[in-house]
């Protein structure tokens, strides 16, 4: 009786088992929930390429670089200060395809103050809304001294306290929070980090050195079908940001179109039309690494060209 | 020394715990970013001490003072819905509220209500760490024996005089029971408060997380329970005090 109703179980357990290794399913772990600056991961034809993608998406707090050096995602998203700091902790992880060419994180604060500058700012005093472990946070703390204001953890997304008090400085992704907060009716500046001189890929797309190694030619078609995606994306954000709104209805859709149309200078810079989507240079990778060993992010610097790969 | 003995138990499964974890990373079995050596744990809490103690005790300041308050407020609040059934009936379900109360998803409004810092920490802390309270309060002060309640009853004894010399006492045990299970709550209502509303431990385990310090965020976790634990052995003590002479489970 036992051994028969085993028997009866034991295709399903074999293709329960199968299903976990089935060499077509590739995991892309983002670290946010589904929004603009993925839009071209959504866009992408994986299908076109042979490619079975299941996107996870993410949260605050979510590991997703720990996830993909572990290999519970084959794919990630995430920036590239991060993947410098991982890396330099020995987890193997390389960048395949940036994104945001440049740092699109900022810093909004209530027009009405009349601030010309970062400097100003962190002169003036008020409270600023800043997620402290970050490189950027330290790197402003160095070049402008945080002892006029106070600092106060960043509450993600939400605005309703830089909403609430005229002082209330928050750090901001450029193209997203402003953009809801006029929406709301606040009256918003913005200083981009990258005024600080900190400018890091990010949203980069990643995958584990032994991923690369095992299948290069999957990693390849990845690469193939996120950059088309950027494209279509780009060209015609609609579909997929209908698509995306259906997955995350808390973000409004004209919030959706607005953000995907602000996020794109961001995107194709003069430098991506001559060396495509989503490319990278040593370069800026040897500033990163240098800007993260200032600031005591990182006790061993990675060699800069083992940091990410063109395919 | 018979103390002593009876703490070797206790450390046993912990030295082994220590020792796999140790050697699972040394050898490779384990990637260092996703579970931490005990040994860099206890290097990280070396390097950050004057950090990681100086929240250690904000922390604790603030689970205290919400425990506290969740101790005086969950007494006086059992207290009055034991008064009588329609009280009860008309008051219990909101005070399940308190248990069921998602706190990471209301943290954001105590931010605005209480301001960030020290208040908004409290405040959680107290939110999460009342229900126990009121509970096993409750369920103390109606589960006083019948007999003696008639007893009490036939000599005359006013209302409050029965409470408190009778029904209180009775309850003891089972408030006490009520606070065990609150100070946990109250430690991990302050981290939650404080990832929010900043500062303490749960700023400590935030900022490391984010710069992927893995061994920062154990070595503020591993505090965290030793707050905890001292919580804990408080109202251990306590209980010891008030219940050895005539409870069974102190003897």
């Given at each position: 009786m036992h051994r028969r109703s085993f028997l009866r179980i034991a295709p399903a357990i074999a293709l329960l088992a199968n299903c976990g290794k089935s060499p077509g399913k590739i995991r892309l772990a983002l670290?946010?929930?589904?929004d603009p600056q993925f839009g071209g991961f959504y866009a992408a034809p994986y299908q076109a390429h042979g490619l079975d993608v299941e996107i996870l998406p993410g949260g605050a707090g979510t590991p997703t670089i720990q996830m993909v050096g572990a290999g519970s995602a084959e794919f990630g998203v995430v920036s590239a200060d991060e993947l410098v700091v991982a890396r330099s902790q020995g987890n193997d992880v390389v960048a395949l395809?940036?994104?945001?060419?440049?740092?699109?994180q900022g810093i909004m604060v209530h027009?009405?103050?009349?601030?010309?500058?970062l400097a100003d700012l962190f002169k003036a005093g008020g409270t600023v809304a800043l997620q402290?472990?970050?490189p950027y946070a330290r790197l402003l703390e160095k070049k402008?001294?945080?002892?006029k204001v106070k600092i106060v953890p960043s509450p993600g997304g939400d605005i309703s306290a830089f909403l609430a008090d005229k002082n209330f400085a928050q750090q901001c992704f450029i193209m997203s929070e402003p953009l809801t907060a006029k929406h709301r009716g606040a009256d918003v500046q913005v200083f981009p980090?990258?005024?600080?001189g900190y400018n890091p890929y990010t949203t980069v797309l990643v995958t584990s050195g032994s991923f690369l190694r095992k299948d290069p030619d999957r990693a390849k078609a990845m690469v193939a079908a996120v950059r088309e995606g950027w494209r279509a994306y780009l060209d015609d954000p609609k579909p997929t940001n209908q698509r995306m709104n259906q997955l995350?209805?808390?973000?409004?859709p004209e919030v959706f179109a607005g953000v995907a149309d602000a996020q794109k200078p961001f995107i194709e810079t003069d430098e991506t039309r001559r060396n495509g989507l989503g490319s990278m240079t040593e370069e800026r990778w040897q500033t990163l690494i240098v800007q993260l060993k200032e600031l005591g992010d990182i006790q061993q610097a990675p060699a800069a060209d083992d940091c990410y790969r063109a395919l | 020394m018979r103390r002593l003995r009876s703490v070797i138990p206790a450390l046993i499964p912990l030295l082994v715990v220590t020792a796999a974890a140790e050697l699972a990373v040394r050898y490779g079995f384990v990637k260092s970013y996703l579970v931490p050596a005990p040994s860099s744990v206890l290097r990280a809490m070396i390097e950050s001490r004057a950090e990681l103690f100086g929240a250690l005790l904000t922390t604790s300041v603030s689970a205290l003072v919400g425990f506290l308050l969740s101790t005086v407020a969950g007494i006086a609040i059992a207290v009055f819905l034991s008064s009588s059934r329609a009280i009860q009936r008309a008051f219990y379900p909101y005070a399940v509220f308190f248990q069921t109360v998602p706190i990471i998803a209301i943290a954001p409004l105590l931010v605005i209500w209480f301001?960030?810092?020290t208040r908004t920490v409290v405040a959680s802390a107290f939110v999460v760490s009342i229900f126990p309270v009121i509970a096993n309060t409750l369920s103390g002060i109606l589960s006083t024996e019948p007999a003696l309640r008639d007893l009490f009853r036939l000599y005359g004894a006013s209302t409050l005089v029965t409470l408190f010399k009778l029904r209180f006492p009775a309850a003891l045990p089972q408030i006490l029971t009520g606070l065990r299970v609150a100070s946990g709550l109250a430690v991990i209502g302050a981290i939650v408060g404080e990832f929010i509303g900043g500062q303490g431990l749960g700023s400590v385990v935030d900022v490391a997380r984010t710069q992927q310090r893995v061994d920062k965020v154990f070595a503020a976790v591993l505090l965290a329970s030793v707050l905890g634990l001292a919580l804990f052995g408080l109202i251990n003590l306590v209980s010891y005090i008030t219940l050895r002479r005539w409870h069974a489970s102190e003897q």
């Amino acid at each position: 009786m036992h051994r028969r109703s085993f028997l009866r179980i034991a295709p399903a357990i074999a293709l329960l088992a199968n299903c976990g290794k089935s060499p077509g399913k590739i995991r892309l772990a983002l670290n946010w929930k589904p929004d603009p600056q993925f839009g071209g991961f959504y866009a992408a034809p994986y299908q076109a390429h042979g490619l079975d993608v299941e996107i996870l998406p993410g949260g605050a707090g979510t590991p997703t670089i720990q996830m993909v050096g572990a290999g519970s995602a084959e794919f990630g998203v995430v920036s590239a200060d991060e993947l410098v700091v991982a890396r330099s902790q020995g987890n193997d992880v390389v960048a395949l395809y940036a994104v945001f060419q440049n740092n699109p994180q900022g810093i909004m604060v209530h027009a009405s103050r009349k601030l010309a500058s970062l400097a100003d700012l962190f002169k003036a005093g008020g409270t600023v809304a800043l997620q402290r472990g970050l490189p950027y946070a330290r790197l402003l703390e160095k070049k402008y001294g945080f002892d006029k204001v106070k600092i106060v953890p960043s509450p993600g997304g939400d605005i309703s306290a830089f909403l609430a008090d005229k002082n209330f400085a928050q750090q901001c992704f450029i193209m997203s929070e402003p953009l809801t907060a006029k929406h709301r009716g606040a009256d918003v500046q913005v200083f981009p980090v990258s005024d600080a001189g900190y400018n890091p890929y990010t949203t980069v797309l990643v995958t584990s050195g032994s991923f690369l190694r095992k299948d290069p030619d999957r990693a390849k078609a990845m690469v193939a079908a996120v950059r088309e995606g950027w494209r279509a994306y780009l060209d015609d954000p609609k579909p997929t940001n209908q698509r995306m709104n259906q997955l995350n209805p808390s973000m409004a859709p004209e919030v959706f179109a607005g953000v995907a149309d602000a996020q794109k200078p961001f995107i194709e810079t003069d430098e991506t039309r001559r060396n495509g989507l989503g490319s990278m240079t040593e370069e800026r990778w040897q500033t990163l690494i240098v800007q993260l060993k200032e600031l005591g992010d990182i006790q061993q610097a990675p060699a800069a060209d083992d940091c990410y790969r063109a395919l | 020394m018979r103390r002593l003995r009876s703490v070797i138990p206790a450390l046993i499964p912990l030295l082994v715990v220590t020792a796999a974890a140790e050697l699972a990373v040394r050898y490779g079995f384990v990637k260092s970013y996703l579970v931490p050596a005990p040994s860099s744990v206890l290097r990280a809490m070396i390097e950050s001490r004057a950090e990681l103690f100086g929240a250690l005790l904000t922390t604790s300041v603030s689970a205290l003072v919400g425990f506290l308050l969740s101790t005086v407020a969950g007494i006086a609040i059992a207290v009055f819905l034991s008064s009588s059934r329609a009280i009860q009936r008309a008051f219990y379900p909101y005070a399940v509220f308190f248990q069921t109360v998602p706190i990471i998803a209301i943290a954001p409004l105590l931010v605005i209500w209480f301001g960030y810092g020290t208040r908004t920490v409290v405040a959680s802390a107290f939110v999460v760490s009342i229900f126990p309270v009121i509970a096993n309060t409750l369920s103390g002060i109606l589960s006083t024996e019948p007999a003696l309640r008639d007893l009490f009853r036939l000599y005359g004894a006013s209302t409050l005089v029965t409470l408190f010399k009778l029904r209180f006492p009775a309850a003891l045990p089972q408030i006490l029971t009520g606070l065990r299970v609150a100070s946990g709550l109250a430690v991990i209502g302050a981290i939650v408060g404080e990832f929010i509303g900043g500062q303490g431990l749960g700023s400590v385990v935030d900022v490391a997380r984010t710069q992927q310090r893995v061994d920062k965020v154990f070595a503020a976790v591993l505090l965290a329970s030793v707050l905890g634990l001292a919580l804990f052995g408080l109202i251990n003590l306590v209980s010891y005090i008030t219940l050895r002479r005539w409870h069974a489970s102190e003897q």
